[in-house]
């Protein structure tokens, strides 16, 4: 069974099987498989055969690959554009010939680019990226001097819209040809904020393939290059870094790294106002969100209390980006698990599928603790199954 662990595909079988309202006695019935099986299989004790696995899934309504892989995408429209997008990049230097309009025209649909993402509005950004892309390209290919250095980084920032659909809807390999396209684009722009951004977005590649070590070196590279930072978009990018390694220690367990890094960061953003830097939130109340984020990747109980007390005091206002807000709710919600409030974490992650729904939806992390929750409540909270179904968890 390679990929999949006895005790992760134990915890799916039980979560199909409560999410079905059944109790062992009923599956041992529908399936044939004995009760003390079921009992091993669900508690990670025993891997299934085959023909268990069959008459497990056949009974649950599942296929045993989706038992195998766990739950399966969504049936968002982000999916039919994916391929629009991959023959957009795929001739990057070699663009066809087409018509480009002029830079002004050309930033103002970049911004709102920008804002789709920010706000978790992928499925709309799917739909118009291609196209965006393309014209970019042949902007970049065509333009000389400080014109083509402006196209490239409209490209840049196009493209990390462009990621985010790629990387948050698992289409790993796209993400990471975009990301290496962005560090391209950036380098044409002669930006070192710009650069920096792309090293932000870069960790990506490194969270996906759980390679922390190597993008937390790639992240210290990237503040050494950077310039001293004389303006505020240089604090910024340069807090935006640090902010991400603060995460990437964090998952790590190096605790006095990752307060380090948020130290520096704190220091930087002082000097800078809450606002969207190349395409990234920056400012204090971003920082207090990554304190949450860093709280819980290290798991320390008291570092957990703290953070769950000081939501109760503060919430990430209205007027910053949905995306970032959410993924607060998130982590506040994943605090609430770890310290075995799930009730609590339930009415977290709801207001983060208020906040950005299609985020939360294809969030990886949610699906994992909504399946937790429904084990934990025996399938017995109908909103919460109504949630879990909502977002392929169950």
């Known amino acids: 069974m390679p990929g999949t662990t006895a005790t992760a595909l134990g915890q799916r ?7 079905r309202r059944l109790t062992r006695r009923q599956l041992e019935k529908l399936s044939g498989v004995s009760y003390s099986t079921i009992r091993k299989v669900e508690g990670g ?11 497990l899934a056949r009974a649950l309504d599942r296929t045993p690959e989706d038992l195998l892989d ?37 930033a103002a649909d970049v911004g709102r680019a920008v804002e789709d993402r920010v706000q978790s509005r992928y499925a709309h950004l799917a739909e118009q990226m291609p196209q965006l892309l393309s014209e970019l390209f042949r902007a970049v290919d065509k333009a000389r001097g400080a014109d083509r250095e402006r196209a490239a980084r409209l490209l840049a920032l196009a493209i990390r819209s462009a990621d985010a659909v790629a990387y948050k809807y698992g289409y790993g390999d796209l993400s990471g040809r975009l990301i290496e396209l962005m560090r391209w684009a950036a380098s044409i722009a002669a930006d070192p904020a710009l650069e920096a951004a792309a090293a932000y977005v870069r960790m990506e590649t490194f969270f996906s393939v759980s390679q922390l070590g190597p993008g937390l070196r790639s ?3 990237a503040v050494d290059r950077m310039p ?8 910024a990018a340069a ?20 307060r380090e890094h948020l130290r520096d960061a704190e220091a930087l953003v002082s000097r800078v106002r809450e606002r969207l830097y190349d395409g990234t939130a920056v400012g204090p109340d971003s920082l207090e969100i990554h304190r949450l984020s860093v709280a819980v990747e290290l798991g320390n109980p008291q570092d957990l209390r703290n953070a769950v007390v000081a939501a109760s005091c503060w919430a990430p206002p209205r007027d910053l980006p949905a995306e970032r807000r959410s993924h607060y709710y998130i982590d506040l919600g994943r605090a609430q698990m770890l310290l075995g409030q799930p009730q609590h ?21 949610v699906r994992t603790e909504l399946a937790t929750m429904v084990r934990l409540s025996r399938g017995r909270d109908e909103q919460l199954l109504a949630f ?7």
């Open 13 to 19: 079988i039980e979560t199909a099987r409560l999410a």
């Open 45 to 55: 004790e025993r891997s299934p055969g085959d023909g268990i696995l069959e008459a």
């Open 70 to 106: 766990g739950p399966g995408r969504t049936d968002s429209r982000v999916h039919e554009a994916i391929p629009n997008l991959q023959r957009a990049i795929a001739a990057y230097d070699l663009p066809e010939d087409g018509p480009v309009r002029s830079l002004p025209l050309l």
């Open 219 to 221: 992240l210290r590279t």
């Open 228 to 235: 001293a930072p004389t303006t505020e978009s240089l604090a």
């Open 239 to 258: 807090a935006a870094l640090h902010m991400r390694a603060a995460v990437a220690a964090g998952r790590m367990r190096r605790a006095d790294e990752a």
């Open 345 to 365: 974490a339930k009415e977290s992650l709801l207001v983060a599928r208020q906040i950005a729904p299609q985020h939360v939806r294809e969030h990886s992390q």
């Open 388 to 394: 879990a179904r909502w977002a392929k968890a169950v």
